[in-house]
């Protein structure tokens, strides 16, 4: 019994095989007699317009898809590169300088920033644009097998013609050529009717989705590059601060800066507590970082003291109306 199957299975395979190798030697034999003249050919201009704008739509969509791809790597390269730039910054950034904290907390937001720009960007643009040319296949491929199917059609019209037109009429045969001529013409204008309806909406479909994509991600990018203009806007403001800070002249009268052989201000940090006896004198708790100044009379420098303003007040106030003096012994430089 299965024997007898896999005869019978192995028969209509063979069969079936045979009837596609007719059918495609049928099609080449009708193109060669339709490019030589001999036989007309089923054209329909309205629907070969509509291929030749299928065939444009597929190719400008598959130049978007590719330029967006190029767009997202280029994108994801400049988050790299933004992120080493960022992490360069945070290392060389010394903790006392001014705005540590701030300058960490902006590379942290510009990274997330990108990251949030590009996900964005793929999660609506790159997978919209993938799934619009994805239907195209499909299209692409039943319009070929339109192309087959009315070859076909084409063939069996020839040859129920050639056999009408025949000096012996035989009635079986063109009964039968008639029978194939109706089958073919059926599965023909089944397929060419459901593309003629498709092929113009597919046409029409792309300006909504080129308005769509671009409207998208032109909203992405002018909220990129507003929040990323903040971000570079405090960016700014922290280095006009440290170059404030920096400053070797603390104008106020003609006292400036002590400064080290590197032209880098000295400053010192309190190690103990320090309760001012005197109206000049410079109050200090421990942990207090305070700008060395320059004394306006060297000859009123006493051993063992300096002068100084603190860097919080100098900071907060630019201006040393806080200044004093203090024992060297209880500091140690930084």
């Known amino acids: 019994m299965a024997e007898e199957q896999g005869k019978t299975g192995k028969g209509i395979n063979t069969g079936k095989l045979a009837t596609n190798m007719q059918k495609r030697l049928s099609r080449a034999q009708e193109k060669v007699l339709q490019k030589l003249g001999k036989a007309d050919e089923t054209r329909d201009t309205a629907f070969e317009e509509g291929v030749a704008n299928f065939n444009k739509q597929m190719a400008e969509g598959t130049k978007l898809q590719k330029d967006l791809r190029a767009y997202l790597a280029a994108v994801k390269t400049m988050h790299d590169a933004s992120k080493r730039l960022q992490d360069c910054l945070a290392d060389m950034y010394e903790p006392e300088w001014f705005g540590k904290e701030e300058v960490d907390t902006i590379a942290e937001e510009t990274d997330i920033l990108w ?10 643009s790159m997978i919209a644009m993938d799934t619009y040319l994805a239907q195209f296949p499909d299209v692409k491929a039943r319009i070929a097998k339109r192309d087959r199917k009315m070859t076909d059609y084409d063939s ?3 040859h129920f013609g050639s056999l009408q037109k025949g000096k012996k009429q035989d009635q079986a ?12 013409q059926k599965v023909f204008e089944e397929i060419n009717v459901d593309l003629q309806d498709e092929l113009p909406q597919l046409w029409n479909s792309r300006v909504g989705f080129y308005v769509n994509t671009f409207q998208s991600m032109a909203g992405y990018q002018q909220r990129f590059h507003k929040d990323m203009g903040k971000l570079n806007q405090d ?6 601060k440290l170059d404030e800070q920096r400053l070797v002249y603390l104008k106020s009268g003609s006292n400036i ?4 052989v590197n032209n880098k201000k000295i400053q010192v940090k309190a190690m103990h ?9 410079l109050e200090m708790k421990a942990g207090d970082v305070v700008l060395v100044l320059a004394w306006e009379n060297p000859d009123e420098q006493d051993d063992g003291w300096l002068m ?16 004093g003096v203090f024992p060297e012994n209880f500091t140690q430089k930084l």
């Open 115 to 124: 990251s949030d720009y590009h996900d964005k960007l793929v999660d609506n």
């Open 308 to 323: 100084g303003v603190k860097e919080s007040h100098w900071l907060e106030n630019k201006d040393l109306l806080a200044k």
């Open 257 to 260: 800066a002590v400064c080290d």
């Open 273 to 281: 507590d320090y309760a001012a006896t005197d109206g000049d004198e």
């Open 235 to 240: 960016l700014n403001d922290v280095m006009t």
């Open 156 to 158: 069996a019209r020839h």
């Open 173 to 184: 045969k063109i009964a039968k050529a008639e029978e194939e001529l109706g089958r073919a």
